[in-house]
C-alpha cells in the first residue's frame, strides 16, 4: 500500500503529494506558521539561504500558482509621498493613520 501524506493547507490525506517551496529572506513562517524552514545546501545552490516549504495537495498548489501569478502580474506603481506612520508588515512598509496604527497595536497586544 502506498504511504499516505497530509496536506498541510486544507488537511486532506492523499498519497500524491507536492510541496511549494519559497526563498525571500522573510520568516515565512509569520504568516504560514505550518511552514517548515529547510536549509539547502549552498554547493547546490546559486544562495546560501534556506527555503520555506509546505507539503500540499494539487488543488492547493494550484491556489498558490494562480495567487503568485496574480501577484507577479505587472502593476502601475504609486509615486505619491507618504504622510502618516510608516510601519513594517510582511516585510514591507505601509502608511497608515493615527487611528489604524492605534488599532493595529491593539490587535497586536501592544
Do not use: N
Not at 13 to 24: L, T, Y
Amino acid at each position: 500500500m502506498s504511504e499516505r501524506y497530509q496536506c498541510q493547507v486544507c488537511g486532506v490525506v492523499d498519497q500524491d503529494i507536492r510541496h511549494v517551496s519559497v526563498e525571500c529572506m522573510y520568516a515565512v513562517d509569520e504568516v504560514a506558521p505550518h511552514a517548515r524552514y529547510v536549509k539547502v545546501d549552498a554547493v547546490d545552490r546559486d544562495s546560501p539561504l534556506g527555503l520555506f516549504r509546505i507539503q500540499c495537495c494539487k488543488d492547493c498548489r494550484a491556489d498558490f500558482l494562480k495567487m503568485f501569478g496574480e501577484w507577479a502580474a505587472p502593476k502601475e506603481f504609486k509615486s505619491e509621498p507618504a504622510e502618516g506612520i510608516l510601519v513594517r508588515q510582511l516585510g514591507t512598509t505601509v502608511v497608515m493613520t493615527a487611528e489604524e496604527y492605534r488599532e493595529y497595536r491593539k490587535q497586536r497586544g501592544r
